[in-house]
């Protein structure tokens, strides 16, 4: 039975800004930039796991104040990826202190930057656009 592995993804911005981590990928070895992000893990909402990818990927809490959209990745590693993206909404540049220690580093980064950057996917840019474009669901829109 095919099941697709749920991913969890937080979107913040300030001041024009985005908060990208820099990472591994772990299948090509290639270094790459992601919003922070994760599996989601057992016994947590969707939320739930955005703010915990947040805090351990950038050492930065904050509250998800919507769903941005949820995307269906086919990845070239072969494994199919839901990923339900959340906006975050920061009032300051804080400074990204990374906990995890597949996480290189984090900072933020304006969209003209993030379009030349290396990516882990596609999605990165795609949900950052759609957040510009105002796509934002309620978090009430996912049963809890």
């Not at 990208?20 to 057992?42: M, S, W």
């Not at 920061?90 to 030349?116: C, H, R």
């Amino acid at each position: 039975m095919h099941k697709p592995n749920v991913t969890v993804a937080a979107i913040v911005t300030c001041q024009d800004k985005f908060l990208l981590v820099k990472e591994r990928d772990k299948h090509t070895g290639e270094i790459c930039y992601n919003q922070p992000a994760g599996h989601l893990e057992a016994n947590e909402t969707l939320a739930e796991a955005a703010h915990r990818e947040l805090i351990e990927e950038t050492g930065i809490s904050l509250n998800a104040s919507h769903l941005v959209g949820i995307y269906n990745l086919h990845a070239t590693n072969g494994i199919h990826y839901m990923r339900f993206s959340f906006a975050f909404n920061s009032p300051e540049l804080s400074k990204p202190s990374p906990k995890d220690d597949d996480i290189l580093s984090a900072d933020w980064f304006s969209l003209e930057q993030i379009k030349s950057l290396p990516l882990r996917s596609s999605l990165v840019l795609k949900c950052i656009e759609d957040h510009l474009a105002g796509k934002a669901y309620p978090l009430s829109l996912i049963y809890q």
